[in-house]
């Protein structure tokens, strides 16, 4: 079946610090990836996607690259800001019709001054 | 342009009471999918409808039924409450079945007592 794990959180990092968080997929076919964030008390929204291999996402200073060889799609940014704290969700669709979003537990970062 | 909301924000049920929330899609899109986000989890796929039918169904129970509505709002049920219901329902809207792009409300927190 289909599926996405993310590496476990909470991440803790300063202010400025270098950020990947890791994500892996499992699909049937050829699916579409995206990042979605959820700050607090808010719902999710999307960050980035990319919809076929080595196509890379980028928005607000992050990044993505869809690794096929690998099933990779890992988010990086070079500068995290206190702004940036929030829950990050790495998820897929695959198909047409009745296109469910499947994401992974998602990866807790918190960012400090 | 108004963005997907959902009502009410937050609510307490009793275990096998039933219950309705609700969703108003994004302006101009015709797709609505639900979601189940348990605490400290990725959101899981309930449902979708697109233009008024169901168009794909995840791994729940008949108890959680939905409803779209000509205006493309959407309507969520579940019925005989279990205590296991208690979570973040989340609400998505797109443009078309196999729009990749779903734009997020921020959810009806639901407790089952």
């Known amino acids: 079946g289909n599926s996405v794990t993310q590496m476990e959180g909470p991440v803790t990092l300063s202010e400025e610090a270098f950020l990947t968080i890791n994500c892996t997929y499992t699909?049937?076919?050829?699916?579409?990836l995206f990042w979605y964030v959820q700050y607090p008390g808010e719902g999710l929204q999307l960050l980035l996607k990319?919809?076929?291999?080595?196509d890379k996402g980028s928005n607000k200073g992050f990044e993505a690259t869809y690794r096929k060889e690998t099933t990779s799609f890992h988010l990086e940014k070079g500068s995290v800001q206190v702004s940036d704290s929030a829950v990050y969700f790495c998820?897929?669709?695959?198909?047409?019709?009745?296109?469910?979003?499947?994401f992974g537990k998602g990866t807790t970062l918190s960012v400090s001054s | 342009e108004t963005g997907v909301t959902q009502s009410p924000t937050h609510l307490i049920k009793t275990r096998g009471q039933q219950v309705t929330l609700r969703c108003s899609s994004q302006?101009?899109?015709?797709?609505v999918s639900w979601y189940q986000q348990a605490l400290g989890q990725g959101p899981q796929f309930i449902f979708q409808?697109?233009?008024?039918?169901?168009?794909g169904r995840g791994n729940f129970p008949p108890r959680f039924s939905g409803l779209q509505f000509p205006n493309y709002s959407s309507e969520l049920n579940v019925n005989a409450l279990e205590l296991d219901d208690s979570a973040l329902y989340l609400c998505?809207?797109?443009?078309?079945?196999?729009?990749?792009?779903?734009?997020f409300g921020a959810g009806t927190r639901l407790s089952v007592l």
């Open positions: 998505a809207s797109s443009l078309g079945s196999g729009g990749d792009i779903q734009y």
């Open positions: 699909a049937t076919g050829y699916p579409s």
């Open positions: 990319a919809t076929k291999a080595d």
């Open positions: 998820a897929l669709s695959v198909g047409q019709a009745g296109t469910a979003l499947i």
């Open positions: 302006s101009g899109h015709n797709t």
């Open positions: 409808y697109y233009r008024e039918e169901e168009n």
